[in-house]
C-alpha cells in the first residue's frame, strides 16, 4: 500500500471516530452528522469510475433558526482498485480530500465544494472547487434536484481552452414501498459542453431507477442499501453502482 492512499484511510477513520464521538444528544443549535460508505465504483454524470471506494464523511453546522443552518464538512476518498477514479483526473492511483462549507434552508442545500486531487501531506495538490446543491420538495413528496457546476479546475477547459464551468442536473423521484424500501426513477442531463464531466455537447446521460432499502438502529443511526441502473443515452451504454452508508445525524 503506497504512502498517498494510508495517509488518506488514516484521515478516513480519523473522521469516523470524530463522528461516533460527536454522535451524542444535542442539547445546543449546535448538530453534528456524518456517514461512511462503500461503493462499487464512483458514478457522476452517468459515468463509473474506479472501483471500490471508501467514503467517510462528517458535517458540524449551527442552527441559525429552526429552518435556516450554516455548515462545514469534510470527507476522505480512496479507491482501492488503482483506477481512474475522479472525473477530469489523468491520475491513476486516486485519493483525495473534500472540505465543503455552506448552508440548509427549508430543504435545500448548497455547498462549496473543494476537492484536494492526489491528496499528498506536504505536496502540491490540484484543487477541483465547484458548487453542489441539492433540493427536496418535501418528505410527503419527496422529488429531489441536483445541481453541480465546477467554478474551479485545471482539467475544466474546452476546445477553445477557456473555462468551461462543466455542469450536471439530476432529477429523482423516489417512492416509498413500505417502511424500508423505496425505489423511483432517476434522470441525468449535462447542459451544455462539460469536459469534467465527459462530454462536449447538451447530453442525456442518465435515464435509470434507483433501489433503496433502509435498516434503522436506534433514533440515530441508519444503514441504506442502495443500487441505481440505467441507461446512458449520450454513450448508449449500460450502467450500475451500489453502496452501503452507515449514516447518523
Known amino acids: 500500500m503506497n504512502k498517498s492512499r494510508l495517509k488518506t484511510i488514516l484521515v478516513a477513520l480519523f473522521i469516523l471516530l470524530s463522528s461516533c464521538l460527536s454522535a451524542q444528544e444535542n442539547k445546543s443549535n449546535w448538530y453534528f452528522a456524518g456517514a461512511a460508505g462503500i461503493y462499487s465504483c464512483y458514478p457522476f454524470a452517468g ?11 462528517v458535517e458540524a453546522g449551527y442552527l441559525l433558526t429552526d429552518n435556516f443552518a450554516v455548515c462545514g464538512a469534510v470527507a476522505a476518498i480512496t ?17 483525495c480530500l473534500e472540505y465543503d462549507i455552506g448552508f440548509h434552508w427549508k430543504g435545500l442545500s448548497v455547498y462549496l465544494d473543494d476537492i ?48 468551461a464551468y462543466s455542469t450536471f442536473v439530476d432529477l429523482s423521484y423516489p417512492f416509498s414501498l413500505g417502511k424500508h424500501f423505496r425505489l423511483g426513477p432517476d434522470i441525468g442531463v449535462v447542459p451544455w459542453d462539460s469536459p469534467f464531466c465527459g462530454y462536449d455537447s447538451f447530453a442525456l446521460c442518465q435515464l435509470g431507477a434507483v433501489g433503496s432499502y433502509t435498516v434503522t438502529l436506534g433514533d440515530r443511526w441508519t444503514i441504506p442499501f442502495t443500487l441505481n441502473a440505467g441507461w446512458n443515452p449520450a454513450l448508449k451504454n449500460l450502467y450500475w453502482y451500489s453502496s452501503i452508508v452507515f449514516t447518523f445525524e
Open 116 to 163: 484536494v486531487d492526489k491528496f499528498r501531506i506536504g505536496n502540491k495538490s490540484s484543487h477541483f472547487l465547484g458548487i453542489y446543491s441539492e433540493w427536496v420538495l418535501s418528505e410527503k413528496y419527496p422529488l429531489s434536484a441536483i445541481w453541480y457546476t465546477l467554478i474551479g479546475s485545471p482539467t475544466d477547459l474546452n476546445s477553445k481552452g477557456n473555462r
Open 79 to 95: 479507491d482501492f482498485n488503482n483506477k481512474l477514479f475522479l472525473p477530469g483526473s489523468i491520475q491513476e492511483n486516486f485519493s
Open 47 to 57: 459515468i463509473m469510475y474506479g472501483g471500490l471506494s471508501f467514503y467517510p464523511y
